[in-house]
C-alpha cells in the first residue's frame, strides 16, 4: 500500500499560546522583513506586509514568530546597525504599525519575538555621534571600545582581532581638528562599532530598552550574538591570522567569554517580571553544545540554538551523534533542545542538501535540485519529530532553494563587499519569497523587488501549492498538525533509538516512531504501526515498510 501524506486542518493555536511552557516544544518561525510582504509596493518587505499575512502563519500552524530586525537603521547590515532601538525604520512603518501586528498576533494565538541587537550599535547612533563630535576623552567614548593605535604615530591597530566580514577589527578615526585619531573595535562592518559592555550605562540602556518593548506587548527576544557582549581583559592579541576558521573551535578572546552570563542573569529577572511566560532566545555560536548549555541555565536564557545540528550534513550516523550530544547537554538545566535547518545568514538546507557534504553552510553552487527537495522535506520531518523545540525560516516550508546567481551588481551583503571574511553569498537566502503563481514579484508586493527574483519562483509560491498532493507547503502543514496531535511529540528531553540498517536513523518516543532514511539507496524496516506521515512513498507489506532513499516516515502504534 502506497502512503502519501495529506494536508490536516491545524488545530487552534490559541490552546497552547495560554500554557506557560509554551516555548518547550514551540514551533518558531522566522520573518525576515524585507522579504516577507510588501504592503506598499515599493519593494521593501514592511510590518503592514507581515501583519496582513500572519493568518497565513496561523494556518500553517507555528506557536511563533520571530522577527529579524526592523529598528531605526541605515541598513549597513540589513537592520543589524541599529541607530534608535526604541523607534521603527521608516522602511518598515512606524510604532504603531509594531503595535498594530503585536495585537493581531495576539488575537490569532501567536506569540511575536523580536530581535535585540546588544553587541554593537549603529555608527548613526546618537551615543557613537557624540563620540566622535566630541573627540579623545568624551565619557561617550568609554561606552565603546576606543583605543590608541599601536606604532610610532598610533599607525597600527590596537590588537591583532580580525573582522567577521573581513578585514581588520578596528577602524581609525579622524579627529574634530582633521589629525587620525583613536581606533574603535567592530567585530562586524566598520559601521557596527561593538559596545562595552564593562560601562554601567550600556547595561542600563539595554535593560530599559528591554522594558519598553515588554510594556509593547512582546513575548520575547532574540539575542543576536549574544556570545559576544563580553571581551576578555586587556583585548589581547590572538596571535593567528585567518581567525574565522577557528570560529566554532574554541573559545575567542571576544566571543563566549563568561561574563556575558551575569548579563542575561540580571535581563532574567526582568523578564520574569512580566506576565505570560515571555523568553530569550541565544544565537550564541560556541565550540560545543556544551558550552551553549551555560546560556540556558534556569536563571539565564530559555533557550539557545542549536548550530551544530544546522551544520551537520544529511548523515545518519552524524545527526545522531549531534542528537545526542543535544540533548545530553541540555538535560542537566532542564532547557529544550532546539533545531533548526535555515536562516537568514545560511544557504537554504534545500540547496545545501542538494550539494557533496562538507561543502559547509555557505555554498554556491546549485546542486542537484531534486535531491536537495528530496533531502529537505525527509530533513524537516526528521527535525520536528525531535524533542524540543524547532526554527522554520521563511519560505522554507515552500522548498525554496537558494538563489545561486545572484548578479554581481544586485547584491546587498557587505561581507560580500570585504575581503577575506564571511563568503558574503547570504543575498541567497534572502531574495523575497514568493505568493502568487504570477503578478508583480510574485504577490511580494507591487512595485517589484528588492532583490531580484528568479524565473519559475511562481510555481513554489504558495498558491501553486495550497492544497495540492504532495506539495512541500501540503507536507509542512500536514507535520505541523500532527505534532499538535501527537502528545508524544514536541517537549522532553530524550529518544528510545531502535535498530535499523546503515543509514537510517529510528527512534521511539511513546507511541510515536520516526524513520528516517539518509542512504542512497531504498531500506526495508519494520513497519511500526499505522502510518502518520512520509516525506515520499513508502510501500508497506506483511509488517515491512520499503522506505525510498533521502525519506522520512512518522508511524504511530496507537
Known amino acids: ?78 537592520g543589524y546597525d541599529v541607530a534608535d532601538y526604541r523607534a521603527v525604520d521608516p522602511m518598515f512603518g512606524n510604532l504603531l504599525d509594531a503595535d498594530a501586528l503585536i495585537r493581531d498576533a495576539r488575537e490569532l494565538g501567536l506569540r511575536i519575538i523580536v530581535d535585540l541587537v546588544p553587541n554593537h550599535s549603529s555608527d548613526q547612533h546618537e551615543w557613537f555621534k557624540r563620540a566622535l563630535r566630541e573627540g579623545p576623552g568624551s565619557p561617550l567614548r568609554d561606552r565603546y571600545h576606543f583605543r590608541p593605535g599601536k606604532g610610532e604615530h598610533g599607525e597600527l591597530p590596537p590588537n591583532d582581532w580580525e573582522s567577521i566580514f573581513g578585514g581588520p577589527a578596528w577602524t581609525r578615526v579622524t579627529e574634530p581638528d582633521g589629525t587620525p585619531g583613536e581606533w574603535y573595535l567592530h567585530l562586524f562592518a566598520p559601521e557596527q562599532p561593538d559596545l562595552n559592555w564593562e560601562h554601567p550605562a550600556v547595561g542600563d540602556e539595554f535593560r530599559s530598552i528591554l522594558r519598553f518593548w515588554l510594556d509593547m506587548g512582546v513575548d520575547g527576544f532574540r539575542i543576536d550574538v549574544a556570545h559576544g557582549l563580553v571581551k576578555a581583559e586587556g583585548l589581547p592579541d590572538l596571535g593567528s591570522h585567518e581567525q574565522l576558521k577557528l570560529l566554532g573551535n574554541d573559545v575567542m578572546p571576544f566571543f563566549d567569554q563568561d561574563g556575558v552570563h551575569e548579563i542575561y542573569r540580571q535581563w532574567r529577572l526582568i523578564l520574569d517580571e512580566y506576565p505570560g511566560e515571555r523568553i530569550f532566545v541565544a544565537e550564541a555560536w560556541t565550540p560545543t553544545v556544551e558550552r551553549t548549555a551555560n546560556y540556558v541555565r534556569p536563571d539565564e536564557l530559555h533557550q539557545a540554538f542549536n548550530f551544530q545540528y544546522l551544520s551537520t550534513d544529511w548523515d545518519a550516523k552524524e545527526l545522531r551523534k549531534v542528537v545526542d550530544r543535544t540533548l545530553d547537554a541540555m538535560r542537566p538545566v532542564g532547557a529544550p533542545a532546539t533545531w533548526v535547518l535555515s536562516n537568514h545568514d545560511v544557504t537554504r538546507h534545500a540547496t545545501r542538501f542538494a550539494n557533496a557534504p562538507g561543502l559547509g553552510t555557505q555554498i554556491r553552487l546549485a546542486g542537484d535540485r531534486a535531491l536537495g527537495l528530496r533531502r529537505a522535506r525527509a530533513a524537516t520531518l526528521l527535525m520536528l519529530a525531535l524533542p524540543g523545540s524547532a526554527y522554520v525560516y521563511q519560505g522554507e516550508e515552500l522548498g525554496l532553494p537558494d538563489v545561486v546567481d545572484l548578479a554581481d551588481e544586485v547584491r546587498q551583503d557587505p561581507a560580500y ?142
Open 417 to 558: 563587499f570585504r575581503g577575506a571574511g564571511q563568503d558574503g553569498f547570504r543575498d541567497g537566502c534572502r531574495v523575497p519569497i514568493p505568493w502568487t503563481r504570477t503578478g508583480s514579484s510574485y504577490g511580494f508586493g507591487d512595485g517589484g523587488s528588492w532583490l531580484p527574483q528568479p524565473e519559475g519562483w511562481g510555481e513554489l509560491s504558495i498558491e501553486a501549492q495550497t492544497g495540492v498532493p504532495g506539495s512541500t507547503l501540503e507536507l509542512y502543514r500536514a507535520a505541523l498538525a500532527v505534532r499538535r496531535e501527537q502528545p508524544d511529540l514536541g517537549a522532553g528531553d530524550s529518544v528510545e533509538w531502535l535498530r535499523a540498517p546503515e543509514g537510517v536513523l529510528a527512534f521511539r518516543r511513546g507511541e510515536f516512531v520516526c524513520v528516517a532514511n539518509t542512504s542512497g539507496e531504498s531500506v526495508t524496516t519494520p513497519a511500526y504501526g499505522r502510518v502518520l506521515l512520509t516525506s515520499g512513498e513508502v510501500t508497506e507489506a506483511e509488517g515491512e515498510a520499503k522506505v525510498p532513499a533521502d525519506t522520512t516516515v512518522w508511524f504511530t502504534t496507537a
Open 1 to 78: 500500500m502506497s502512503q502519501q501524506h495529506s494536508a490536516i486542518a491545524p488545530a487552534p493555536n490559541s490552546a497552547k499560546a495560554k500554557r506557560s511552557d509554551w516555548w518547550r516544544d514551540a514551533v518558531i518561525y522566522q520573518v525576515y522583513p524585507r522579504s516577507f510582504a510588501d504592503s506598499n509596493g515599493d519593494g521593501m518587505g514592511d510590518l503592514e506586509g507581515v501583519r496582513s499575512r500572519l493568518p497565513y502563519l496561523r494556518d500553517l500552524g507555528v506557536d511563533a514568530v520571530w522577527l529579524s530586525p526592523f529598528y531605526a537603521s541605515p541598513q549597513a547590515d540589513a
